[in-house]
């Protein structure tokens, strides 16, 4: 069954910096692949999503996320961050057989003034 | 805004009350998810519905159930409630199987005294 991993409950970087947070699935199988973001008391929203076009996908708020097939992974970026973007990050991957989304842990970005 | 709505935004409540949240689904989707947030449990997904039929179920209470209207519109009903249903529920909606995007409403915060 599938099943997706972020790798770090809490991510720490300062502002300005690379972000980095880490989402590793385990199916051979190309799924579809998503990132949310939730703000403190809000709802998740959509920040992009992998959909079997380009594995470079962009999404809102300047991330991106690339997926590699190989690493079964799909790691999500930003070359600069902002203290807005502090938040909870979410990753899913469409079930093997029904669409289902599989949700990841989430990873909590902290931004370091 | 995703175009999610879900009332009420907070309801606040004793143990062994009974309570329903309400959720519209975007324009169009057909169908409609409800998901559980808590700080010790994070996101769990207990159950969905596609065109006024329940389509999946996950960790969902036999304590709580739920339907879709005609109108594809949502009720999650919680019954006998105890304290460790404080919770954030969301609602999420998709256009339907094979389109996995989910959109979520803004949660009603439930609190139980």
């Known amino acids: 069954a599938q099943s997706v991993t972020q790798l770090g409950s809490h991510v720490s970087v300062s502002e300005g910096a690379l972000v980095l947070l880490r989402c590793n699935y385990s199916s051979s199988v190309p799924p579809y692949l998503f990132w949310y973001v939730q703000y403190p008391n809000q709802g998740l929203q959509l920040l992009l999503k992998?959909?079997?076009?380009a594995t470079l996908v962009k999404g809102i708020n300047g991330f991106e996320a690339e997926f590699k097939k190989s690493e079964t992974s799909f790691h999500l970026t930003k070359p600069s961050a902002h203290m807005s973007d502090a938040a909870e990050y979410f990753c899913a991957v469409t079930s093997d057989s029904n669409y289902q989304l599989i949700w990841g842990a989430g990873t909590k970005l902290i931004i370091k003034p | 805004d995703s175009g999610v709505t879900q009332t009420p935004k907070h309801l606040i409540t004793a143990t062994g009350q009974r309570v329903t949240l309400r959720c519209s689904p975007r324009s169009g989707d057909l169908s409609v998810y409800w998901y559980q947030q808590s700080l010790d449990q994070g996101l769990q997904f207990l159950i969905q519905y596609y065109n006024g039929e329940e389509r999946a179920k996950g960790n969902i209470l036999e304590r709580f159930s739920a339907q879709q209207f005609p109108d594809l519109h949502s009720e999650l009903n919680l019954s006998s409630l105890e304290l460790g249903d404080s919770a954030l529920y969301f609602c999420?909606?998709?256009?339907?199987?094979?389109?996995?995007?989910?959109?979520f409403g803004p949660g009603t915060r439930l609190t139980v005294l």
């Open positions: 992998y959909t079997s076009a």
């Open positions: 999420a909606s998709s256009a339907g199987t094979g389109f996995p995007t989910q959109y």
